[in-house]
């Protein structure tokens, strides 16, 4: 069993790419007084359309990293990641490598808000072809809400957008369209769109603005805010292990030039970040 640091350290939050910012800046406007890792492994990223194994394997390499860099609480704030990898690493991995820390994800914090969202009972999934195959989204809302019904559309191409910045170009217009057009043609009784993928709230603007007025666009952030907020007041035994000095810092396996210059754009603040090899 690898010997992680005993003492108290910020909250590590994880994704493929720059998804997950969307996540930590709801985090960070709920928590402000926690401290965080945020690692993204954009030399690797998309994960969308890779195996299972692959992404499980990917996933668990950074939660390593994650616990080797102290930290006793890790979010997936990836859904594909969430999808592929949560249950494994909870169920058989977590045992092995400290079963004192804990991994979560955000599906099951979207999944629990939902029922209260829609009215018509109809709700539309933008995800990763990962996240949509994986039925996860379906699954647990059948499990919560029985009589919602979910339609799903996977969006290939909208990571890539987003990683490479282009997500406000005409292109990225054209595979709105596209995708909201796909996913409304299999179901007109939609009235939510969850936006099944982390990075997908850099879209969100285009895809409310040929949206009627009645149909909702979910993100998640805030959601898996207040679910972590709860998380750490039903658990005190992990939030005295959660450092609270307010600080972020930020990861990559990639070029950190790269991904600050990229993430200050997103996070409308100008970041430091340095590069992390994985094992
Ligand atoms: N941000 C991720 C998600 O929520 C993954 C994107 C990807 O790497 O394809 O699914």
């Known amino acids: 069993m690898p010997h992680y640091t005993q003492t108290p350290a910020p909250i590590g939050i994880f994704d493929s790419g720059y998804g997950g910012l969307t996540i930590l800046n709801d985090i960070q406007k709920l928590l402000p007084r926690y401290d965080y890792i945020y690692l993204g492994d954009n030399a690797r990223t998309p994960y969308g359309s890779r195996s299972f194994d692959v992404v499980y394997e990917y996933t668990l390499q950074c939660v390593k ?18 999808a592929k ?21 955000v599906i099951r914090p979207t999944v629990e808000e939902i029922g209260n969202i829609t009215h018509t009972r109809h709700v539309g999934l933008l995800g990763t072809v990962g996240t949509i195959q994986s039925e996860s989204y379906p699954l ?3 499990k919560l809400y029985p009589d919602i019904r979910v339609v799903g559309e996977a969006c290939p191409m909208f990571v890539p957008l987003i990683e490479n910045n282009e997500h406000n170009d005409a292109g990225a217009d054209f595979f709105v369209q596209k995708y909201i057009s796909e996913l409304l043609a299999k179901d007109n009784k939609i009235d939510t769109i969850i936006l099944g993928c982390t990075h997908y709230p850099l879209l969100q603007q285009k895809i409310k603005a040929i949206l009627p007025d009645k149909i909702q666009v979910v993100s998640q952030g805030r959601y898996v805010a207040a679910s972590l907020a709860t998380y750490l007041l039903r658990h005190p035994e ?5 450092t609270k000095g307010g600080k972020v810092s930020y990861y990559t396996t990639e070029s950190p030039e790269k991904f600050i210059s ?8 100008t ?7 994985l094992d």
Do not use: M
């Open 262 to 269: 990229s993430a200050s754009i997103f996070l409308n603040i």
């Open 65 to 82: 990293q994650l616990f080797e860099q102290g930290c006793h609480l890790v979010i997936l704030a990836c859904n594909t990641a969430s």
């Open 85 to 105: 990898a949560l249950r494994t690493i909870q169920q058989n991995d977590l045992a092995q490598l400290d079963p004192h820390r804990r991994v979560l994800g």
């Open 271 to 277: 970041i430091d970040a340095q590069r992390v090899a």
């Open 140 to 142: 647990e809302i059948k």
């Open 238 to 242: 992990i939030d005295a292990k959660c």
